[in-house]
């Protein structure tokens, strides 16, 4: 029997999964991209996730079930080629998910602790000590995974709520605040692109889908742990924006682009700021990478179950589905081998596709499931607008992620054209 979810439990659900490790691995890389528009940038991201919202608010009521995103898409578009490929690039974007929560750990971890004296060196010891620590977690038990994402929801919203009110303070007769101007800002294409590299900061809300066959009184909970969550994020996110970019010059956000939320609380609170700021990163990302874990183990389960992967993936390793394993040693490659913006970029194509997929589901279903069709298609003609600035603004500054983003597409629907064909003989 599962535990009933409140209202209360499910708003954590989301806003956890969003203010994982996503704003301490990207803010720096957020302002690199947009200056002193960075707030814009992250308003522009929350604004599709939010309408990106009203489609999994329909989908969740009509078609509540534990296979969230995965269960949707195939609801629109039947168990196809399309709908499998779809599903897989689900399960490999919380691999990239998981790879930029490690390297957030990893780069923030050795501020912290050296070991080697060598920062690179550092950086690839602490990335794969965390996920082998976080698998042994997810093997150990499933209970443990989820009270510790309760614990450490509380705890880096604590810190980073007080990080916004010293920092806010310190804000005034700080010379930096200049920043903000709108002549500091870059183009707003450019802004509009920062904030869809940064994208993966928001994708965290979906996991509210996966819980809604538990949510009491769904007709009016479901709704309300989407928008709250996802509104909340928007704010926290622009403030913490607000503060960064107010207190600290381009060149020093720059020079500790992987760490800047730490460098920021510095002029206030000195070494103490940095370090509380440094713990905090640590156990958001922690914790994020146990959630994520377990959540893309599901995800890759789930979608052997709807006959989208060979049912090999149905099989348990050491008490748990195979692919918990198989998620943990992808991610411990892809975070030793990629940068930090390549891996963004990827997650962030990938979720944009999955998102722009969803609202077309709503889209298609909207009589079926009582939703109004302009704000789904919106969402679909947003996101895929979204992916295309995305797409030329990294071709012309990063073209190894748009490379990977786009490979990592073609696999997906490449291998599961080869299974279903293998499939029917």
Known sequence: MMKKIRLRDAISIGIGGMVGGGIFAVLGLAVSLAKGGTPMAFLFAGLLALITSYSYVNLSRAFPDRGGTVKFINQGFGVSVFSGAMSNLLWVSYIIMLSLYASAFGSYAPNLLEITGNKTADFHIYV?????????????????????????VIIKLLILIGFIGIGAYGLIGNPNISQLAIDQWETPVKLFAGGMVIFVAYEGFELIANAAPDIINPEKNISRAYYYSVIFVIVLYIVIALVTVGSLPFRDIADAEDYVLAEAARPMLGQAGFTIITIAALISTFSAINASLYGGSRVNFE?????????????????????????????????????L?????????????????????????????????????????????????????????????????LGIIAFCFISEWFYKRSEKK
């Open 303 to 339: 979608i052997a179950e709807e006959d989208e992967l060979p049912h090999h993936f149905l099989a348990q390793l050491w008490n748990q589905p195979v692919g918990l394993f198989i998620t943990a040693v992808a991610t411990l490659i892809l975070v030793n081998i990629l940068d």
């Open 341 to 405: 913006e390549s891996i963004s970029t990827a997650g962030s194509v990938g979720f944009l596709l999955i998102f722009g997929v969803v609202n077309y589901t709503g889209f298609r279903l909207s009589a079926k499931i009582s939703g109004n069709r302009g704000i789904p298609l919106t969402g679909f003609v947003c996101c895929m607008i979204a992916l295309l600035i995305l797409l030329h603004q990294q071709y012309e500054t990063n073209l190894t992620g748009v490379l990977i983003a």
């Open 128 to 152: 794969s000590a965390i996920i082998i620590l976080a698998t042994a977690i997810n093997y150990y038990s499933i209970a443990v995974v989820s009270k510790i994402e309760s614990y450490a």
